[in-house]
């Protein structure tokens, strides 16, 4: 899948079956379902699902928190709009 297709499947009521789980976090994210988002990566251990972790408590404005998440994600602080970082994790993570 590739970042059109993605941003185009945000269109539908759920996301698409085959996505690893920081993908699907984010398109819940994408969908402004916070909830949904976070419970994907609360129970994933990898660097993406911490990436797309962070950004969560960024959009919360926790930011003490999403710090954290980027250190455990091994990802700078994004310095970026929210919807740049959005992008730039979706490109990143469709490669």
């Given amino acids: 899948m590739d ?4 941003k185009e499947s945000l269109k539908k009521e ?7 789980p920081a993908l699907a976090a984010l398109w819940w994210v994408g ?5 949904a ?3 994907i990566v609360m129970e994933e251990a990898d660097d993406n699902c911490a990436w797309v972790h ?7 404005g926790d930011l003490d928190n999403a710090r ?16 740049e970082e959005w992008a730039a994790i979706a490109q990143t993570l469709l490669q």
Avoid: C, I, Q
Wanted: cysteine-free.
């Fill in 3 to 6: 970042y059109a297709s993605f």
């Fill in 14 to 20: 759920r996301p698409p079956a085959d996505l690893p």
């Fill in 31 to 35: 969908k402004d379902k916070w909830d």
């Fill in 37 to 39: 988002a976070h419970r």
């Fill in 54 to 60: 962070a950004h969560l408590h960024r959009v919360e």
């Fill in 68 to 83: 954290y998440w980027y250190r455990r994600a091994r990802r700078p602080e994004a310095a970026g709009s929210l919807d």
